[in-house]
């Protein structure tokens, strides 16, 4: 099992609003490489609650002989991830592994009441990447990010002193090619708030 964390992990805001953030080389090498040489096509799978229709496959990664290490270097990640942002996380609550099938897509949307998400991308072309935007309008563009593997975003969609939640709007607008695939990892976050 891994047992330090990355410290050349790279997490940096993409505006001065400070809910968006660039992260590259979260995991080490070693777990990076086993990852990517998983027989992803091969795995069982399931539907994505809420997703039912879409290509997408929700990979069960249990079996796997690099499942613990991923889990446990991401209860250590959370921590490392709470100390660079400065603010407290909830505790590490586990990852969805997508896989998006060939014709996937996925059109501009919020998250809703979802507080935060880390998604990681593993495999697929460099512009699958999640684009982010200003308003419900793709000629808003924010913030494209390119897909390399172990690196993503990490959302914050803050509540305000009013109790307002900022809704960040996003979108994969690409199409994923045929006979190829894209795959990354989902985790919720959380912040910890006082009470």
Same mark, same amino acid.
């Given at each position: 099992?891994?047992?330090?964390?990355n410290?050349?992990?790279?997490l940096?805001?993409?505006?001065?609003?400070?809910?968006?953030?660039?992260?590259s080389?979260?995991?080490?090498?070693?777990?990076?490489?086993?990852?990517?040489?998983?027989?992803?096509?091969?795995?069982?799978?399931? #539907?994505?609650?809420?997703?039912?229709?879409?290509?997408?496959? #929700?990979?069960?990664?249990s079996?796997?002989?690099?499942?613990?290490d991923?889990?446990?270097?991401?209860?250590?990640?959370?921590?490392?991830l709470?100390?660079?942002?400065?603010?407290?996380?909830?505790?590490?609550?586990?990852?969805?592994?997508?896989?998006?099938?060939?014709?996937?897509?996925?059109?501009?949307?919020?998250?809703?009441?979802?507080?935060?998400?880390?998604?990681?991308?593993?495999?697929g072309d460099r512009?699958?990447?999640?684009?982010?935007?200003?308003?419900?309008?793709?000629?808003?563009?924010?913030?494209?990010?390119?897909?390399?593997?172990?690196?993503?975003?990490?959302?914050?969609? *803050?509540?305000?002193? *009013?109790?307002?939640?900022?809704?960040?709007?996003?979108?994969?607008?690409?199409?994923?090619?045929?006979?190829?695939?894209?795959?990354?990892?989902?985790?919720?976050? #959380?912040?910890h708030?006082?009470?």
């Open positions: 099992m891994p047992s330090f964390i410290t050349a992990m790279n940096r805001s993409i505006d001065a609003t400070n809910d968006l953030f660039r992260v080389d979260l995991y080490p090498i070693d777990l990076v490489k086993s990852i990517m040489t998983t027989p992803w096509l091969d795995m069982p799978y399931s #539907k994505e609650e809420k997703q039912e229709t879409w290509l997408r496959r #929700k990979i069960d990664v079996q796997t002989h690099w499942y613990n991923f889990e446990n270097y991401s209860e250590k990640l959370w921590i490392e709470s100390k660079k942002l400065e603010i407290p996380l909830h505790k590490y609550q586990g990852t969805a592994w997508w896989l998006d099938e060939p014709g996937f897509t996925c059109g501009i949307h919020t998250d809703g009441e979802l507080p935060g998400a880390l998604q990681t991308y593993w495999i512009d699958l990447g999640t684009s982010f935007y200003y308003y419900r309008d793709l000629s808003t563009l924010r913030y494209k990010f390119p897909f390399e593997p172990n690196t993503g975003y990490l959302m914050l969609n *803050n509540i305000d002193d *009013n109790g307002y939640r900022h809704l960040q709007w996003h979108a994969m607008p690409e199409y994923v090619s045929n006979h190829f695939f894209r795959l990354t990892s989902y985790s919720l976050v #959380k912040i708030k006082s009470s």
